[in-house]
């Protein structure tokens, strides 16, 4: 995972020397396309499987999403 991107929070001591920021992850796509490139994004080291929401439908037929919360971390 790139250190840019915290998945837990910086410890208490760490507040003063860094700023985080959160950033959502957005995938739109079948069911099917949308376990992919999550399956994808766990194998290089992204983010675990079970860090994205549950496929949610969508107002267009046979489209869903799913969302990734990040803490990113801006020095």
Known sequence: MAEEFLSDPVPSSDVSEAHREPIRHVLYGSKVAI???????????YAETLEWSKPLPTQTPGEYMSILRRMILLQ
């Open 35 to 45: 376990a992919r490139t999550i399956s994808i994004l766990h194998v290089k080291g």
